[in-house]
């Protein structure tokens, strides 16, 4: 049995769940998580993540046809968290940034590249199961052992002068008629 795998649904999912996971790390040393130094750029980010989640693995999203607005969330997703890298918010002007934001842009850049495979329709297929041995089939599982071919030394005769080389006539000693 074979199962329909898409590619951009599980690296949407990824990144989702690592944009996710980043808010939850350190996000600027020493100021603290994405929790902690964002005001509403958290929540957004984290909203993106479930929405995500819940377009691609929902019990109401039809099977072939993949939410028109996941790419949308996903270019958010990679604007916000680039512009808080580039220009951080006040309260975490002059640190470095730390794990929690790299997170964040990988989990964002993820995010992106499996929206669009999702929407380039881009899909592998995976068997899950082990394969089938040969069915068996009465017409071909019946039949009789062959017979075993003939030796090669030929089939032994029970006339013996049949078997010996004839000899050459010599045609003066052949009887003449008439």
Do not use: N
Request: charged share 20%; no cysteine.
């Amino acid at each position: 049995m074979r199962q329909r795998v898409d590619a951009g649904t599980i690296l949407a999912a990824i990144g989702a769940v690592l944009l996710l996971v980043s808010l939850f790390v350190q996000w600027f040393e020493p100021v603290g998580t994405g929790w902690q130094v964002f005001e509403v750029v958290d929540v957004l980010l984290a909203g993106i993540a479930v929405a995500t989640v819940v377009a691609l693995f929902g019990r109401d999203r039809p099977a072939d046809d993949p939410p028109w607005w996941v790419p949308l969330l996903a270019v958010v997703a990679v604007v916000v968290v680039g512009v808080q890298l580039i220009d951080p918010p006040p309260a975490a002007r002059e640190t470095d940034r730390a794990t929690g934001a790299w997170l964040a842009l990988a989990g964002a850049l993820l995010l992106a590249a499996g929206a669009l495979l999702r929407h380039s329709r881009i899909s592998i297929s995976v068997d899950v199961h082990q394969r089938e041995t040969r069915r068996r089939v009465p017409a071909v599982d019946r039949r009789e052992e062959p017979a075993p071919p003939p030796s090669p030394s030929g089939p032994v005769r029970s006339d013996p002068q049949r078997t010996q080389p004839l000899e050459k006539i010599d045609p003066d000693d052949r009887p003449r008629e008439g």
